[in-house]
């Protein structure tokens, strides 16, 4: 699968990391152990990428922490064959993870660069044809693509998006870090038969999510 080394690193993130601070989903343990986080940040950031904390990857947007991306997919339960709706693609990591655990992937990133770089990564490591990446407003979604069975979103909405909960199946989850500027709530909006229901995961920080139903680009 792609490039190759830092095997015992991944490992240490996955027992370390992961499963010692309670994340206990096999099947995300395993893909956290398997997709190369090294491969999807900066070269000058190689030797970090199995730290326990964020990095840049360039235009003011980061990777998220290996525990986040671990969260984020464990809370989203993703099914082999469920269509994942991913805004902000960022690096391309939080979308190999979830192809691996075997999604078929939507994501969307509005700086054109970072798409084009995470569009490489991705094909380089096999996953072309199962992540689908274009250039957007994430807070409009993939109208074009709906209904999903998973939205998660990698940026810091200030509301949740009208367009993305109007693109999520009748059962479908939304996961997203929901506040301020500075500091969010972990939010799992589920779409049921009685009405949307929230559930908080924990507190996060997050780069802003920007767009028509997000944050000024200021």
Avoid: N
Avoid at 18 to 29: D, K, Q, T, Y
Avoid at 157 to 166: D, F, N, T
């Amino acid at each position: 699968m792609g490039p190759v080394g830092y095997e015992a690193e991944r490992l240490q993130m996955v027992t370390e990391q992961l499963a010692a601070r309670g994340i206990s989903e096999m099947r995300v343990l395993a893909a956290m152990g398997i997709v190369p986080r090294h491969h999807f940040v900066p070269p000058e950031q190689e030797p970090h990428a199995y730290a326990d904390h964020p990095l840049p990857i360039g235009h003011g947007q980061t990777i998220s922490q290996p525990y986040i991306v671990a969260l984020m997919s464990e809370s989203l339960q993703v099914f082999p064959g469920a269509r994942v709706l991913e805004i902000g693609t960022g690096s391309g990591y939080q979308a190999a993870v979830l192809a691996q655990l075997g999604a078929e992937v939507y994501t969307v990133e509005r700086v054109p660069e970072l798409a084009a770089e995470a569009e490489r990564r991705l094909c380089d490591i096999g996953f072309g044809e199962r992540v689908h990446l274009r250039v957007a407003d994430g807070t409009e979604g993939w109208p074009d693509g709906a209904p999903f069975d998973r939205i998660v979103v990698t940026a810091a909405a200030r509301q949740i998006p009208r367009a993305l909960l109007s693109q999520l199946r009748p059962d479908g989850w939304l996961i997203l870090p929901l506040g301020g500027r500075d500091l969010q709530g972990m939010a799992r909006i589920r779409r049921g038969a009685r009405g949307w229901e929230e559930e908080y995961l924990g507190e996060c920080r997050f780069v802003k999510l920007v767009g028509v139903d997000g944050w000024d680009e200021a």
